[in-house]
Nanobody
Framework: VRLVESGGGLAQPGGSLRLSCAAS????????IAWFRQAPGKEREAVSC????????VYADLVEGRFTITRDNAENTVYLQMSDLKSEDTAIYYC?????????????????????WGRGTQVTVSS
């Protein structure tokens, strides 16, 4: 299984970025994809997840209404559209995958549910 993130970079507060997570080596249609982030000096936290079967989405409260996760099963890719970015969104963003649907709620326990991870992409929000 291989996950490769891209799309990170520098954005101004209030701006937007779109991250991509390209997956290979797995039956993509059977796996959910989640995004996590880790800011300097902080624990890694779950941001969003999209299920495999019906595309059901889950968001952390901190990004609800600002981030949108989508998936393209034909391209084996998941996207995270980030809008109205804030300085506190600055972090390394990782995608991860696990078989089956997303959990109903994202929390500190979510990280332990995932076995396959990408290497991350840096997002910096600064004026």
């Amino acid at each position: 299984v291989r996950l490769v993130e891209s799309g990170g970079g520098l954005a101004q507060p209030g701006g937007s970025l779109r991250l991509s997570c390209a997956a290979s080596g797995l039956p993509f249609d059977d796996y959910n994809i989640a995004w996590f982030r880790q800011a300097p000096g902080k624990e890694r936290e779950a941001v969003s997840c999209i299920s495999s079967e019906n595309g059901r989405t889950v968001y952390a409260d901190l990004v609800e209404g600002r981030f949108t996760i989508t998936r393209d099963n034909a391209e084996n890719t998941v996207y995270l559209q980030m809008s109205d970015l804030k300085s506190e969104d600055t972090a390394i963003y990782y995608c991860a995958t696990d078989v089956g649907p997303c959990s109903d709620i994202l929390g500190p326990w979510t990280e332990s549910e995932y076995d396959y991870w990408g290497r991350g992409t840096q997002v910096t929000v600064s004026s």
